[in-house]
């Protein structure tokens, strides 16, 4: 009887589905090992595209939480906090940590920053209570600013 399937690419593909943290530790021997011949290759594939894939969904999040804390900043500078100015800064350190560890991430900044707009525009309306026309219908901050520890709008 003949399998299309070694018995340990099987077993590894299995383990895929049924035990994903295991088969990262197999995987992971493999590899150390240069046993090329057992590393599940088009799952390993799939996963490393994923984590590029999970970096701009964090540049993106963090692009989002900081716009939204700039604009509530600005349109509604008599409930300014400690809370907000520390999420700003926050934010700041926690997008300028990714692209040191993932450079390539720089050239989609100004992308990001026109996709996620809409939705820190929702977050700045759902926080502050204050009506879609108060705010910009896009974005109003550059890329320096909104990287900038020292900007605050609206000072």
Same mark, same amino acid.
């Given at each position: 009887m003949t399998h299309? *399937?070694?018995e340990v690419e099987y077993q590894t593909s299995e383990l895929y589905e049924t035990d994903f943290y295991a088969w990262t530790v197999e995987q992971a021997?493999? *590899?150390r090992n240069e &046993?090329?011949?057992n590393l599940d290759i088009s799952? *390993?594939?799939e996963e490393i595209e994923s984590l590029g =894939?999970? &970096?701009r969904r964090e540049l993106k999040n963090r692009l989002r939480v900081l716009i939204g804390h700039l604009l509530k900043w600005e349109f509604q500078a008599n409930k300014r906090s400690n809370s907000w100015s520390n999420t700003i800064d926050e934010q700041r350190f926690q997008i300028l940590g990714l692209l040191q560890e993932s450079p390539?991430? =720089?050239p989609y900044l100004p992308d990001a920053?026109?996709?996620v707009y809409k939705y820190a525009l929702k977050?700045?309306?759902g926080e502050t209570s204050l009506s879609k026309e108060t705010f910009p219908q896009e974005c109003p901050y550059s890329l320096e600013q909104i990287l900038d520890f020292e900007f605050l709008p609206g000072e």
């Open positions: 299309n *399937l070694s021997k493999f *590899l &046993d090329w011949n799952n *390993l594939a =894939k999970q &970096d390539s991430l =720089k920053i026109s996709e977050l700045a309306i």
